[in-house]
Antibody
Framework: EVQLVESGGGLVQPGASLKLSCVAS????????MSWVRQTPGKTMEWIGD????????NYAPSLKNRFTISRDNAKSTLYLQMSNVRSEDTATYYC??????????WGQGVMVTVSS | DIVMTQTPSSQAVSAGEKVTMSCKSS????????????LAWYQQKPGQSPKLLIY???TRESGVPDRFIGSGSGTDFTLTISSVQAEDLAVYYC?????????FGAGTKLELK
């Protein structure tokens, strides 16, 4: 069974940094592109970016590229999202997703990030 | 970025009804080389993560009931539920994966009449 389990969320102050993790199981992690998608409290969905199966290439939403970095550790079957200089508008639920020849075909349960002083 | 526009934003339905919802993109999602439309539909039930229902505009994901039907091409797409069941009450999102960044519509919420 495919499982994606995110962690690392919580309450963070504006301007701070935060790193989210996603541990994958139930499939060969190193065979798949992986991505992050976020959903605001108002339920707007935003695709953040993705990373190639070997970690050699990434794509980002232009509006987030300068502050967010996606990486992976295939030995640990773990995907990461490094967030820097966070703002109130980054408050959202962050989902780790798997990509294949289909778009996001599996989603984690999500992790909440709240940016507030 | 490609803008995805979904209508209606919400719809009240009764069990057994046929339901249609629309998704329009600001540019064509049809890739001429393979004749595929890079359009997906997701279902999100309250308190749950989104679930992939349809990809390539009309291909049902494994395990998705055949009452869910995706159609359309180019810039105009439709998700039809042939006979709505109580468990179908959810928010439905369309997403384009033709261009980066992938973008989502604002969703159509199905509610009980």
């Amino acid at each position: 069974e495919v499982q994606l389990v995110e962690s690392g969320g919580g309450l963070v102050q504006p301007g701070a940094s935060l790193k989210l993790s996603c541990v994958a199981s139930g499939f060969t992690f190193s065979d798949y592109w992986m991505s992050w998608v976020r959903q605001t409290p108002g339920k707007t969905m935003e695709w953040i970016g993705d990373i190639k199966y070997d970690g050699s290439y990434t794509n980002y939403a232009p509006s987030l590229k300068n502050r967010f970095t996606i990486s992976r550790d295939n030995a640990k079957s773990t995907l990461y999202l490094q967030m820097s200089n966070v703002r109130s508008e980054d408050t959202a639920t962050y989902y780790c997703t798997r990509e294949s020849d289909k778009p996001e075909d599996y989603w984690g349960q999500g992790v909440m990030v709240t940016v507030s002083s | 970025d490609i803008v995805m526009t979904q209508t209606p934003s919400s719809q009240a339905v009764s069990a057994g009804e046929k339901v249609t919802m629309s998704c329009k993109s600001s540019q064509s999602l049809l890739y001429n080389e393979n004749k595929k439309n890079y359009l997906a539909w997701y279902q999100q039930k309250p308190g749950q993560s989104p679930k992939l229902l349809i990809y390539w505009a009309s291909t049902r994901e494994s395990g998705v009931p055949d009452r869910f039907i995706g159609s359309g091409s180019g810039t105009d797409f439709t998700l039809t539920i042939s006979s709505v069941q109580a468990e179908d009450l959810a928010v439905y999102y369309c997403q384009q994966y033709y261009n980066f960044p992938y973008t989502f519509g604002a969703g159509t919420k199905l509610e009980l009449k």
